[in-house]
């Protein structure tokens, strides 16, 4: 994928918190709130790899958020694992998958 172009709908379904699960708002209002209060790289990653949160058009895989800021990507996986931590979020909460069969 690498970047995806936001299109005025999607962009209008991102800004209408009317339109969306409320957890979702909260969840992107805690993270711009984090990015803002951390700074630096971790301000320019999120805003790259979630620039909808910003009221930007578009979203970016990590390799591609890695490649425009010249940054290894092991670097911005610790960023988004040090956030990840900072915010309460664990595994289930940003990937949930299936319960495992007993």
Known sequence: MGVAHLGPEE?????????????????EERLRDYAERTGGLTL??????????????RMMT???AAKRLGKPLSQLQQIHEE???????????????????V
């Open 11 to 27: 962009m209008a379904y991102f800004t209408d918190p009317s339109r969306r699960d409320p957890r979702a708002v909260l969840a």
């Open 44 to 57: 320019e990653f999120w805003q790259l790899l979630v620039g909808h949160v910003w009221g930007q058009p």
């Open 83 to 101: 956030t990840n931590r900072a915010l309460g979020w664990g595994p289930s909460e940003q990937n949930p998958s299936p319960p495992s069969e």
């Open 62 to 64: 990590m390799d591609e």
